[in-house]
């Protein structure tokens, strides 16, 4: 890889046709690409890097990506999912539970948003939550880190013991 390729050319050169994920980007402002060949991707729900991030503002959640992950990050709004990016040989040394968490197998498909999406619009549902302006990847050790935390907080939350507000002993009265 050139040290002066851009992201976009980068991402778009992952594709079997290059020409097609530009004329993508150019009509639709996303572009379907397979992982596998120049980075992978793991989904993360939306309710995992809340909790792991302990904020629901997407500027809050794009400065802690950036800072805890540094690499792209892929937001899809609609669907309710993170997308880091990492270097396809990675595999992820974790165990979870958590519902929808998922390494993307290879050829695995994904919606990249133009590299000028990066803000979360009714017209633009999947933006870059951390762009990158030259190819790089997340680190899958920080990736594997935020599962966990994320992880542990929402079974904390959902853990807690119930307590009733607004009962009292009727026999104590």
Known sequence: MNSRTSMAEWLAASHPDPRRVWAEWTEHGIAVIPVGQTF????????????????????????????????PVI?????RNFYPLLRPEDRLDWHT???????????????????????????????????????????????????????????EVTDQPKTVVGRRDLGSA
Request: net charge negative; hydrophobic share 35%; glycine share 8%.
């Open 40 to 71: 992978g991707a793991v989904r993360i729900p939306d309710a995992v890097v809340h909790a792991a991030v302990e904020s629901t503002h997407p500027d809050d959640i794009a400065f802690a990506l950036s800072e805890r992950l540094d690499g």
């Open 75 to 79: 937001h899809d709004g609609r669907g």
């Open 97 to 155: 539970t958590a519902p929808g968490v998922e390494q993307l197998t290879p050829h695995t498909h994904l919606g990249v948003p133009a590299m000028n999406r990066c803000e979360y619009t009714r017209e633009t549902p999947i933006y870059w939550s951390v762009p990158g302006t030259e190819p790089s990847h997340c680190h899958s050790a920080s990736v594997a880190l935020l599962i966990r935390v994320g992880t542990a907080r929402l079974a």
